[in-house]
């Protein structure tokens, strides 16, 4: 069933605006408002400054309440979602129009190439609760060790990660590229640590 919910901004004294969302009452992904989006609407709000006159591109938005905010505190905004959701893009438009901001809308489907992106020039990203079904999900990276005091293990342990593979980027390179280049490279895979996380939904621990 849809309904309009909608959503207050501003401080304890005085309400700066509301936007209003058509949403369905079932969760229903990208035509429900997800907490998360109302946490990092609110967190738009409260950096408005480093919102206004930007360019931000909102990623599986959704009903896409924090780049609606941004638009209301001045960024020009590209809400995007996968390309065959069309009627989670077609509500993104209608939510636009029911606040009267404008904002472009595009589909945009992760892991598929899509040259239109690279006109965006985002100066922000944003996104909220996109990050919930990564299973097998790889993220691999290089790495230029400059310095001894850059770890990120107690953030990939903070953050539920785990590093699957690290390699010294020399060892994977044919000698005459390794011959031109220098410097402390490794190449880490980080995947999400579902160990970690079954532990901590089970101890209920935060
Ligand atoms: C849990 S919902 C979150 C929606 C919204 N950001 C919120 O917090 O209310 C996940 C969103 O990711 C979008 N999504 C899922 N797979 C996607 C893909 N492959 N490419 C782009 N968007 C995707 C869904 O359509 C949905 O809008």
Known sequence: MKTISRHFFGDS???????????????????????????LAEYVWQHKLRFSGNNVVELGAGTCLPGLVAAKVGSNVTLTDDANRLEVLENMRGVCEL?????????????????SIFSLHPKIILGADVLYDAQGSVFITTYHNRSGHHLIEFLMVKWGLKCVKLLDGFSLLPSDKAARLSGNIQLAEIMLNDEQIEETSSSGAR
Not at 13 to 27: R, Y
Not at 99 to 115: H, I, Q, S
């Open 13 to 39: 004294e005085k309400t700066a605006f509301s936007i209003s969302i058509v949403e369905n009452m079932k969760e229903d992904y990208g035509l429900f408002v997800w907490p998360c989006s109302i946490v």
């Open 99 to 115: 606040n009267n901001l404008k904002c472009e809308v595009l589909g945009l489907t992760w892991g598929v190439w899509d040259a």
